[in-house]
């Protein structure tokens, strides 16, 4: 069994292994980024200043604060229902169709269909 943070951002929902989490922030004192990169939203202040991301869509008032690939940064999402665990044989092959491994898989998580959200490529948005 897997332990996931499950969040969501408009429509759909992800989760992403509670390994990578680092904490639930609110988006108080974002600052954008100038010439940020497409999926940059901007900084967060601190110390180091957390760079925030929204590969998933704009909008939303909570940020992930995630750990992957030695960097730690910010992921822009609408909310964050809490965890769940998930049984690696319930995991289904990523859908076709994306230009980068975004999404690792997808399982049913509470009746929905959710995705799973590969941490490492999120690191690649930066």
């Known amino acids: 069994m897997i332990t996931m943070v499950r969040f969501r951002t408009g ?3 992800y989760c992403l292994t509670v390994d990578a989490m680092r904490a639930v922030r609110t988006t108080s004192g974002l600052l954008p980024l100038p010439q940020g ?3 940059v939203v901007g900084i967060l202040p601190g110390d ?3 760079t925030v991301i929204a590969p998933f869509g ?3 008032d909570r940020v992930l604060v995630v750990e992957a690939g030695q960097k730690t940064f910010g992921v822009l999402v609408d909310a964050v229902p809490g965890l769940t665990r998930v049984d690696e044989a319930d995991i289904r092959p990523a859908p076709d169709g994306q230009d980068e491994q975004l999404i690792s898989g997808t399982v049913r998580s509470d009746g929905e269909l959710t995705l799973v959200t590969n941490p490492e490529a999120l690191v690649g948005r930066l």
């Open 37 to 39: 990169r497409n999926d």
């Open 58 to 60: 704009a909008g939303g």
């Open 11 to 13: 429509n759909t929902q």
């Open 48 to 50: 180091p200043p957390l």
